[in-house]
């Protein structure tokens, strides 16, 4: 295994993209549907539609991705089994990794009316916004334990490097949610419901599709799973232990735009569904460079579970070579044709005119927020949780600040200041952390390799 990480950097430059290329078009695929459930609800009725579809959105964003780590928990130490050539130790994780989505999402389920209420509460918004983020959100909330299990079923694919079929799993699952929304809305006329009804359609389907393929790709010849193997009380203890920080890691980014919203919700409608809008060109910069960020999970846990530091060190420099690429092309494309994206994606005047003041804002972020992004995916491959938790927590801190000194004097303008002053803390707090996870790698006798 250790010899087959260690390759040349010329070939690491067309690995990464091997693995990375298919990863960007899954990733992508999903701020795509958020860009049409964003287009179908900014052509219904009002600039409240759309609000309360980016209310409804925002609040999935915390019960779904807050439990993130069953994805990024999964690749992480999947990867590093991966690198051990430990099969055994692959299927366990995989398997507690379900258990615990699928208990997540039975109680989310059990306590879905009164989390819908007070969390939406908390984010704010007019009366009408607030009526259609819960209209929205009861009609998704439904499918949340296969939602979450499909973060599992991700995580496995990324770890073991199966990323065209990782691909074909999110083109399923994106493709019926798009012709959901389109059949609900349009041909059933369900409305602000059938936009959130079709994304739990898409859910539930997405983890028929995602089990056959677990199934299918399982490492044969292994002897029957025992109970005591997956409730082994070292491997839980980690499993909770990476899953905590990691959870409290999403907290705080969850907290970061949660904050972001509410202020942009106290300054009308208008900016808040602007705003909204806006965050589609972050949400899908976001997924684009994750794309980066998810192969570097993958190959700096299989280089630690292989013990080749130089594998690591290849894997971070090249990764992060192509995010920077990426990132640029990013903000060249928001800068030149952002207003005609932002008129794709509503026909009502007063919100396209907030977006356009501004997209200065959302066209500089990808450039500000690549290192935080790719940092991220290696401390996650790592499975460093601790750090990666800590020094989101800083970010945190250090954007609470900016938008108090910055939204008074400069209203929105100052909020997304703050946001970009937010994604550049996340790269600078986890830079001086990274030569600790090169250290830590031992790296085994030639004879032994």
Known sequence: MSRRLATAPA???????????????ANLTQPILGAVDTAVAGHLHSAADLGGVALGGLFFNFV??????????????????????????????????LLLAFAIGA?????????IHYAL????????????????????????????ANYVVLGYLLGTQRVRIALATQVFVNAVNVVAVLVYVYVFGWGIAGIGAATATADTLGFVFGAGVLWYARPRGLSPLRLATVVDPA?????????????LRTMCLLGSFGWFAHLGARQGDAILAANALLLNFQTFMAYGLDGFAHAAEALVGAAIGARNRDAFQ?????????????????????????????DRL????????????????????????????????????????????????????????????????????????????????????????????????????????
């Open 11 to 25: 070939g690491w430059h067309r690995r990464v993209l091997q693995l990375a290329f298919p990863i960007v078009l």
């Open 64 to 97: 779904f991705w807050g439990f993130g780590f069953l994805r990024m928990g999964t690749t992480g130490l999947v990867a590093q089994a991966f690198g051990a050539a430990d099969p055994n130790a692959l299927r366990a994780n995989v398997v507690r990794a």
């Open 107 to 115: 109680v989310v389920l059990v306590v879905q009316t009164p989390l």
């Open 121 to 148: 509460a908390a984010i704010g918004g007019s009366d009408e916004v607030q009526r259609n983020a819960r209209v929205y959100s009861a009609a998704r909330i439904g499918s949340a334990p296969f939602a979450l």
């Open 235 to 247: 491997a839980l203890k980690q499993l909770v232990a990476i899953n905590r920080d990691i959870f």
């Open 314 to 342: 290849h894997a971070v420099r090249v990764t992060m070579f192509w995010s920077v690429i990426g990132a640029a092309a990013f903000t060249i494309v928001y800068w030149v044709g952002g207003a005609w994206i932002i």
């Open 346 to 449: 509503t026909d009502q005047e007063p919100v396209r005119t907030a977006a356009r003041t501004f997209l200065p804002w959302a066209a500089l972020s990808p450039v500000v927020s690549v290192w935080g992004f790719l940092l991220d995916g290696v401390f996650i491959g790592a499975t460093r949780t601790r750090e990666l938790m800590q020094a989101m927590a800083v970010s945190l801190g250090v954007f609470l600040v900016a938008s108090w000194l910055l939204v008074a004097p400069f209203a929105n303008h100052g909020l997304w200041a703050a946001l970009l002053v937010f994604m550049a803390s996340r790269g600078l707090a986890l830079s001086p952390l990274l030569p600790r996870i090169a250290a830590a790698i031992r790296v085994p006798a030639a004879g032994m390799q």
